[in-house]
Nanobody, 117 residues
Framework: QVQLVESGGGLVQPGGSLRLSCASS????????MGWYRQAPGKQRELVAA??????SYEDFAKGRFTISIDDAKSTVYLQMNNLNPEDTAVYYC????????????WGRGTQVTVSA
């Protein structure tokens, strides 16, 4: 079973940057979509960005500020977040999901991102 471990969260001031990492216990196959999600207090978990076979997609709030990337050699997925604002405060989760058999889905435990002055 794939294990995902997120890191890189923390406290940052508005306008600041963070880079989140998601390390996979196994080589990430191209049949899987790697995604970053987030969940703010009292809100549902939402997709932030996804990547598979070099193709990326972003939710509107992430476009122009966040960049998702993958290092296949390290089996690690990154989320570079720039120009952060308080609305970005949330627990950020990494997900690996088979792009056809969506029941094959794995989650990390999350990393807290807090944007505050």
């Amino acid at each position: 079973q794939v294990q995902l471990v997120e890191s890189g969260g923390g406290l940052v001031q508005p306008g600041g940057s963070l880079r989140l990492s998601c390390a996979s216990s196994e080589t990430i196959p191209t049949t899987y979509v790697m995604g970053w999600y987030r969940q703010a207090p009292g809100k549902q978990r939402e997709l932030v960005a996804a990547i598979r076979s070099g193709r990326t997609s972003y939710e509107d709030f992430a476009k122009g500020r966040f960049t998702i990337s993958i290092d296949d050699a390290k089996s690690t997925v990154y989320l570079q977040m720039n120009n952060l604002n308080p609305e970005d405060t949330a627990v950020y989760y990494c997900n690996a999901r088979h792009f056809i058999e969506s029941h094959l889905s794995y989650w990390g435990r999350g990393t807290q991102v807090t944007v505050s002055a």
